[in-house]
């Protein structure tokens, strides 16, 4: 299954599947095309999708790198830095071809504008590099505003195995459609703080997140995530900010409000330079979080993270 680079460089098709063995079919034809041409293959999908490849591959599954996308990409905001960017800059030379699956059937209406701002951002993350990353989308499962966002995020897209060029590709529109304003539960706890009540702020996250039910590695997440948010405001979102933690179905919820704008698409997202000091804090919360939301507006910037109890 050849895929054409519209810029001789990135591809970045989407791929529509109704069943099971047109699933495993195209994608073994994609992985064996790569294996073939002698580039790296990472295939990173949900868990049963990834048995279906890995079964129909046979000994050739030896020679690809495969990841469970529930959890390796269960927060969208990860999988261009934990798992794309870190499996194509693990390979600098010559084409990397990649399989990526992070919107499936069982994405949780809370999860998914985050995904869509993922498949976006993957065209400015990988722009002019020698990558190939196709994405599978299932047109029997998937809502019909999921598939449309797909045409919006992708440049081509593949149906019946036919590969189109998308006529409505425009992934900045799908950033900004998903940047949405994030209201508080009316239950949250809530702390302003500036620079002189850090230690304070953190300490009331800790406590209203171990109530909450946290405990062990997801109450040392907690306190990381806090750190690095109430941090950043002080440093770069005008000096204050406040902090609002609650439970929301079986996961605390804790958000960073402040009067910043952040500006940078990939903030986050983009793995840190040899000796850069600084500017990992947003990119340490993804890691650390199951879900991380983001909006920014001229008023100020709220990052909202989610961590499973």
Do not use: K
């Not at 810029?7 to 098709?13: I, K």
């Not at 109450?219 to 750190?227: F, G, K, M, P, S």
């Not at 850069?276 to 340490?284: A, D, K, N, P, S």
Request: hydrophobic content about 45%; some cysteine; overall charge negative.
């Amino acid at each position: 299954m050849s895929i054409v680079s519209l810029d001789e460089s990135f591809a970045h098709p989407a791929l529509f599947y109704r069943t099971a063995r047109e699933y495993a079919e195209r994608m073994v034809s994609f992985v064996r095309e790569g294996l073939a041409a002698g580039e790296p293959v990472a295939v990173a999908v949900p868990g049963p999708n990834l048995q279906l490849i890995t079964a129909a591959l046979g000994a050739d599954a030896a020679d690809v790198l495969l990841l469970d996308m529930a959890e390796a990409g269960r927060n969208p905001g990860r999988i261009i830095p934990g798992v794309l960017r870190a499996f194509s800059d693990a390979h600098p030379h010559g084409r990397v071809r990649i399989i990526g699956e992070p919107v499936w059937a069982g994405r949780s209406p809370v999860e998914y504008p985050a995904c869509a701002q993922h498949e976006a951002l993957i065209n400015a993350a990988f722009e002019g590099r020698a990558v190939t990353i196709l994405c599978p989308y299932d047109e029997a499962r998937l809502d019909a505003d999921v598939l449309a966002d797909a045409r919006l995020t992708h440049p081509t897209v593949i149906v019946d195995g036919r590969e189109q060029t998308s006529d409505v590709y425009d992934w900045r529109a799908v950033v900004g459609r998903y940047n949405e304003a994030l209201v508080p539960a009316a239950e949250a706890a809530v702390r302003d703080f500036g620079a002189a009540e850090l230690p304070e702020v953190r300490h009331f996250a800790v406590g209203r997140a171990r109530t909450l039910g946290l405990a062990g590695q997801r109450l040392q997440d907690a306190e990381l995530a806090v750190a690095e948010l109430t941090t950043n405001s002080v440093l770069h979102g005008g000096g204050r900010g406040s902090l609002g933690i609650w439970a929301e179905g079986g996961q605390v919820v804790c958000e960073v409000r402040d009067r910043g704008r952040l500006t940078d698409l990939l903030a986050g997202r983009r793995p840190p330079e040899r000796g850069q000091i600084g500017g990992r804090g947003l990119m340490l919360v993804n890691y650390v979080a199951d879900l991380v939301r983001v909006h920014t507006s001229d008023e100020g910037t709220t990052i909202r993270f989610y961590l499973g109890r």
